[in-house]
């Protein structure tokens, strides 16, 4: 991801797009939104740590064509050192030969000869040469690897966090934290290598040069002027991270809201809502404008300090060097040198306050996806899940969302292998909560639950769910295929065998009828099937996984009384021999459960079978009679 290496040359064109041009903002290069205490630290701050971070996608390991590669690209770096010196001391040869009379052959060798550094070295700022095209093409191999790595590696470790740390996360969010954080390191890696550290040789060979060749005096009036132009670019980029990092957090917003209005259209249009979510985003925008303008207003005053800076050095350079000149103790070609070399010097360092800021930039793109790179994920400790019989064990079990909102007060049941217990009550009682604890999207805070006696906060997650199958209340299908919807169930599976599975799930005859079969697309959030429909295809990847432990969370809930009797038949099928856990409203579907719970504030207030809780006349009895009384209310006598 991100920008194409192109070293010095290809940051020219990207960040040439000021009118100024020296300086300017690419507009890609965004940073994450930050909390307000941060701002002030600097973006040094943990630079040790994040270089750590950073080192494992420095050196491409296990692959020597990539390392031979890095190796050749740094011996190029080098070269074009040696050739920033040559081209001045060509270009003075060639001034000289010309007024001292010199023979044609010696003047057309040293034409020559300089024309032939130039061309390796590049027509200056905007062109690059022979060299830096050839090195920015050899790179692209190991900046692909690099960005290949990081990717894969934060899309795995996204899919290893916990639910309560996406639900408490905006999709678009961590989308443009992950890209943004992928492109800072190429970035990084790109202006340390071939743009900050020649930089930093070039000087450090300029001044010992103009030391050595002219006086002490050339290279005492290089140094205070770069030294006084690298000084004030930090001070004021330093200075100018507060308004970036705020334009990006206001860019995070906007965008958000986009995609948040976007994903709810259906809501949005339910309320006319319309104008309201336009204007939303209209605020964001504007917010985003005044950051931006801020962002803007400090870039021009540093670069208007930077000219100021490097306009002052180069007239008291030419000044000093063209007084020698008349004074007979240099020659016409060392003014020519001195002009050459210093604007040859300046040309990168008018880019060092970009490559500073980049650089800064891309270490606080870095910070949210070290973040999310540090954020818990399974215990290393952890050890898969042996499964024997599969029963279910939950011993005084306690659990709250949130501080001081207690959804679970001491649970204690125990499902038997292959029986199916049934968990009743009223909504925000803590039923579906039992079988997410169970399924570990969270963890228990009191006592444990343990399956066939282990248990299941010290068993790898990966282990512990591929024994356990759920059909949600909410089905959700990816936009794709029919077919592919229900191989996810496993994807190993063969035609044949997602075929037997919707046979099962009574639904294969109904997507043969469809005009495309089992390769029609269901559309976004499977919008184009019915309830029903998207429950079989539910019910069907359940099958094909062939789980030993079944959760149904109010399977049929959203379905009318007829296919909700075709489903239970499917359904049966499923649970059969395996132990299942049932959610459920409807207390009809769950008459021949082995056990039922009734969860009451987050206790279970009543179990047993289905006769015995009718003879108890309590809860259970209480809302048997009332969903019987309705029924019959309804159905035609």
């Known amino acids: 991801g991100g920008m194409r290496n192109k070293s010095s040359s290809s940051v020219y064109q990207m960040a040439n797009q ?41 050196w491409p390991r296990g692959s020597l064509p990539l390392q031979v590669m890095v190796l050749l690209c740094l011996a190029l770096l080098a070269m074009e050192r040696v050739i920033n010196v040559f081209v001045p001391i060509y270009s003075k040869n060639i001034v000289n030969n010309l007024s001292d009379g010199s023979s044609w052959r010696t003047l057309a060798t040293t034409v020559c000869i300089y024309v032939l550094l130039k061309f390796l070295q590049g027509g200056g700022a905007g062109t690059s040469g022979f060299i830096s095209n050839l090195r920015s093409f ?46 800072s390191i190429n970035n990084l890696l790109s202006y340390i290598i071939f743009s900050i550290l020649p930089t930093i040789a070039d000087i450090v060979i300029a001044i010992l040069y103009f030391v050595s060749y002219f006086s002490a005096l050339f290279g005492l009036i290089v140094f205070i002027c770069l030294l006084i132009y690298l000084t004030f670019t930090i001070l004021i980029t330093e ?13 995070n917003n906007a965008k958000s809201k986009a995609v948040d209005s976007l994903l709810n259209f259906e809501t949005v249009k339910y309320y006319n809502a319309e104008g309201y979510e336009v204007t939303c985003f209209e605020e964001a925008i504007l917010k985003y404008q005044q950051s931006e303008w801020k962002t803007n207003a400090s870039l021009a005053l540093l ?56 650089i800064q930039s891309s270490f606080i793109d870095m910070e949210n996806m070290f973040k999310i790179l540090t954020e818990h994920r399974d215990d290393v400790s952890a050890t898969d899940l042996q499964l024997t019989t599969g029963e279910v064990k939950f011993q005084n079990v306690c659990f709250s969302y949130t501080e001081g909102n207690v959804i679970l007060r001491g649970i204690s049941f125990t499902v038997m292998a292959g029986q199916t217990v049934a968990l009743v009550g009223p909504s925000g009682s803590g039923k579906s909560t039992i079988l997410r604890l169970l399924f570990r999207f969270y963890d228990v805070q009191g006592g444990c639950i343990r399956i066939d006696e282990q248990d299941i906060s010290r068993v790898t997650q990966t282990s512990l769910r591929s024994y356990i ?146 003879s108890q006349g309590g809860l259970y009895s209480a809302m048997w009679l009332k969903q019987q009384h309705s029924t019959e209310q309804i159905e035609p006598g």
């Open 18 to 58: 000021d009118a100024k041009g020296k300086d300017s903002e690419p507009p890609s290069m965004s940073i994450p939104s930050t909390s307000k205490s941060s701002q002030t630290v600097s973006t040094w701050h943990g630079f040790g740590q994040k270089v750590r971070l950073l080192a494992p996608y420095l």
């Open 138 to 183: 050899l790179w692209t191999q190991v900046q692909q690897y690099t960005s290949r790595v990081v990717q894969v590696r934060l899309f795995g470790h996204l899919h290893s966090l916990s639910l309560r740390w996406h639900l408490g996360r905006h999709t678009g969010d961590v989308l443009s934290s992950v890209d943004r954080g992928t492109s």
């Open 469 to 614: 199958g759920v059909v949600p209340q909410d089905t959700v299908l990816f936009n794709d295929s029919i077919r592919n919807n229900i191989r996810y169930g496993r994807i190993p599976a063969s035609d044949q065998e997602v075929e037997e599975a919707a046979l099962t799930a009574d639904i294969h005859y109904k997507i043969l009828s469809l005009p495309e079969g089992y390769e029609t697309q269901v559309g976004e959030r499977g919008l184009k099937l019915s309830g029903g429909e998207k429950q079989r295809v539910a019910i069907a990847r359940t099958i094909l996984k062939d789980p030993r432990i079944i959760l149904l969370d109010e399977a049929t809930s959203a379905l009318d009384t007829q296919t909700e009797r075709n489903i239970q038949a499917s359904l049966s099928k499923v649970c059969a021999n395996r132990t299942t856990i049932v959610v459920t409203h409807r207390l009809s579907t769950i008459v021949g459960s082995d056990q039922i719970l009734v969860v009451h504030d987050g206790q279970i207030a009543e179990r047993g079978r289905h006769e015995e809780l009718l």
């Open 303 to 358: 670069n208007q300090t930077q000219n100021l800076i490097i306009g002052s050095g180069l007239l008291a350079g030419s000044l000093l060097c063209a007084y020698m000149v008349t004074e007979g103790q240099f020659q016409v070609g060392d003014y020519v040198l001195f002009g050459t070399y210093i604007i040859q010097l300046y040309t990168p360092l008018n880019w060092f306050g970009t490559y500073y800021r980049l």
């Open 239 to 251: 200075w100018r991270t507060k308004y970036r990092r705020d334009m990006n957090t206001q860019d």
